[in-house]
């Protein structure tokens, strides 16, 4: 089993819809958890920091489920340049800052 | 978000020959930096950490005698492709953390093609 697995995708969503990326983790000790997005032949930037508490910026909400080792990404309202590979990133607790990286999930948004 | 930069952005070069790549923390001291290597529609996988000062760790599956990493400086890291091949193209990433929850900034990225 991957570390970690995201939504395989692609998602085609037309603009203003609300889309919903999956992600778990199979490390209970991860201690942080991220989303961030890259743009094709680019490098990926950080979206959002995810807590248990959920936390919400703007149109994109995350949410954490430590006991189900699951993390969410939703974002509301749609526009074309939310298109972008989403990536799921999680640490290795014995290893500090070392990050383990999702497969990504690919969102076109469509006119 | 703190400003990572590398250099080259982009290298073509023989087989065999030795490629290097520079990573530069611009407006922090970066003690950690790290390497990532993404081939074409993969995820970034994780090739070794960078610290400064000492012996990079590097990753399963990694050869260290290949990717030569040295961080001499609090706001530069290097890493040399020794004797490059065409399996080696790829996009090379480099990421420096400094956020107080652990995140990571990344480099704008280095893509390798080896001829």
């Known amino acids: 089993r991957k570390e970690v697995e995201q939504d395989p995708g692609p998602f085609n969503v037309p603009e203003g819809a609300t889309v919903a990326f999956n992600c778990t983790y199979s490390n209970s000790a991860s201690q942080s958890f991220f989303w961030y997005r890259q743009d094709c032949r680019k490098e990926p930037k950080l979206l959002m920091s995810?807590?248990?508490s959920g936390n919400e910026d703007g149109r994109f909400t995350a949410q954490l489920n430590r006991a189900s080792q699951y993390i969410s990404l939703l974002i509301r309202d749609s526009k074309l340049s939310d298109s972008a590979t989403y990536l799921c990133?999680?640490?290795?607790?014995?290893?500090?800052?070392?990050?383990?990286f999702g497969p990504g999930t690919r969102l076109s948004v469509l006119p | 978000g703190a400003v990572v930069s590398q250099h080259p952005s982009w290298v073509i070069c023989k087989s065999g020959t030795s490629v290097k790549i520079e990573c530069r923390s611009l407006?922090?001291?970066?003690?950690?930096m790290f390497w990532y290597r993404q081939f074409p529609k993969q995820s970034l996988m994780l090739m070794a950490t960078s610290n400064e000062g000492s012996k990079a760790t590097y990753e399963q599956g990694v050869e260290k005698d290949k990717f030569l990493i040295n961080h001499a400086s609090l706001t530069l890291s290097t890493l040399t492709v020794t004797s490059a091949h065409p399996e080696d193209s790829s996009f090379y990433i480099c990421?420096?953390?400094?956020?107080?929850?652990?995140?990571?900034?990344f480099g704008p990225g280095t893509r390798l093609t080896v001829l």
């Open positions: 990421s420096a953390g400094q956020g107080v929850e652990n995140e990571q900034f």
């Open positions: 990133v999680v640490t290795r607790s014995s290893h500090g800052q070392n990050f383990v």
């Open positions: 407006d922090f001291q970066a003690t950690t």
């Open positions: 995810v807590y248990s």
